[in-house]
């Protein structure tokens, strides 16, 4: 498992190295950022005396449906009458669907861009090599050693790689636990 185990990781590290360079590109910075501008806010004057705005921008379906709440909330509160309310009622109904669909238009092209110079296919080679060194890792976790020998050398690794910079396991908070509960079930 420890051969298989330094195997993945080249491969993983491999497979990360190009989805960074594809990154970095010429073509992925061409690519537009997947936001659109939903409004925009005053954060101060000009010299003149002039407002000066910042955008407002959404990443995602549910951040315009926010915004635009906000917005309906206010024009309701002048909307005095039912044909008024319908009338906002509307907007609302509009300006969500067109942001959303301006939305899915710069994802789209963004999704063309990134299909378009290997971006997408890197990076699902990337994430099914680091599902493989997750594997491993939980493999070896799991191992329930039947010598000393073989729970010291798990111990060792468990170690080594918590105190390296590589092992995908230094995200999770259950390592004692798990590898102690397979030694566990060696002694029981």
């Known amino acids: 498992m420890f051969s298989d185990y330094e195997h993945a990781i080249e491969l993983h590290n491999d497979a990360w190295e190009v989805v960074g360079d594809l990154e970095d590109s010429e073509a992925m910075r061409a690519a537009p950022p997947v936001r659109i501008q939903v409004g925009r806010r005053v954060i101060g004057k000009d010299g003149a005396g002039n407002d000066v705005f910042q955008p407002i921008c959404a990443y995602g379906q549910e951040e315009i449906e926010e915004y635009e709440r906000t917005t ?18 509307g907007w609302f109904t509009r300006s969500v669907s067109e942001k959303v669909g301006r939305l899915n238009a710069v994802k789209a092209e963004a999704q063309r861009v990134e299909n378009a110079c290997g971006y997408t296919a890197a990076m699902e080679r990337a994430k099914g090599a680091s599902a493989r060194v997750r594997d491993i890792e939980q493999a070896i976790l ?34 004692a636990l798990v590898a102690l509960a397979a030694i566990g079930r060696a002694i029981g």
């Open 142 to 175: 799991d191992f329930v050693p039947t010598t000393l020998e073989d729970a010291a050398r798990k111990a060792r690794w468990i170690v080594a790689e918590l105190q390296g910079e590589r092992a995908l396991m230094l995200d999770r908070d259950d390592i």
């Open 72 to 89: 309906r909330g206010v024009k309701m509160l002048f909307a005095k009458h039912e044909d008024a309310k319908a009338r906002v009622d």
